[in-house]
T-cell receptor, first 113, second 111 residues
Framework: EAGVAQSPRYKIIEKRQSVAFWCNPI?????LYWYQQILGQGPKLLIQ????????DSQLPKDRFSAERLKGVDSTLKIQPAKLEDSAVYLC???????????FGPGTRLTVT | SQQGEEDPQALSIQEGENATMNCSYK?????LQWYRQNSGRGLVHLIL?????REKHSGRLRVTLDTSKKSSSLLITASRAADTASYFC???????????FGSGTKLNVKP
């Protein structure tokens, strides 16, 4: 069974630029999550999708972050414009449904200079 | 703010010893999960315990849950150097809408 795929693995941008991350979840998984993990901290949930609907985006900085999950499969997370404090690893995860364990992708390490 | 908080923040033990990590949370949950993160394999799910369960085992892992105290513990028995990693608890809210990770316990197992 293929795991959660993410791209790119690394990205370096300057502040005020925009960036997009892509995630392909495990086939058949209804729930998809995006997390931000700053070095030394636990992952912080940014947004949770159930199929193509948003379940929770209470911690998503909506003035600069946006996410979509078209057709309930792949998802993209965008930051526009980026700030220095956005430097972090962005993790995507999927699960069969909201109560089940999550499977994580390798993450995208973003550096904003 | 995050739902779960782990204790201790860091733990260093010798190979063969047991390691215990604790997690406290704030609101009603459907289930609580433990994850491991190391540089080689990323975040990996270890075990899930439902709110109506008190104890669960998986190999060398033992998890307990006390919903009256809103706390959980993870015990790793006969630790190995390969267990060196950060361990996080995570909670699913009772209505399934909220998912929080704790701040993690960094475990170092010395060979």
């Amino acid at each position: 069974e293929a795991g959660v795929a993410q791209s790119p693995r690394y990205k370096i941008i300057e502040k005020r630029q925009s960036v997009a991350f892509w995630c392909n979840p495990i086939s058949g998984h209804a729930t998809l999550y995006w997390y931000q993990q700053i070095l030394g901290q636990g992952p912080k949930l940014l947004i949770q999708f159930q199929n193509n609907g948003v379940v929770d985006d209470s911690q998503l900085p909506k003035d600069r972050f946006s996410a979509e999950r078209l057709k309930g499969v792949d998802s993209t997370l965008k930051i526009q414009p980026a700030k220095l404090e956005d430097s972090a690893v962005y993790l995507c995860a999927s699960s069969l449904n909201r109560v089940y364990e999550q499977y994580f992708g390798p993450g995208t390490r973003l550096t904003v200079t | 703010s995050q739902q779960g908080e782990e204790d201790p923040q860091a733990l260093s033990i010798q190979e063969g010893e047991n390691a215990t990590m604790n997690c406290s949370y704030k609101t009603s949950i459907n289930n609580l999960q433990w994850y491991r993160q190391n540089s080689g394999r990323g975040l990996v799910h270890l075990i899930l315990i439902r709110s109506n369960e008190r104890e669960k085992h998986s190999g060398r892992l033992r998890v307990t849950l006390d919903t009256s105290k809103k706390s959980s513990s993870l015990l790793i028995t006969a630790s190995r150097a390969a267990d060196t990693a950060s361990y996080f608890c995570a909670t699913v809210s009772y209505n399934f809408n909220k998912f929080y990770f704790g701040s993690g316990t960094k475990l170092n197992v010395k060979p």
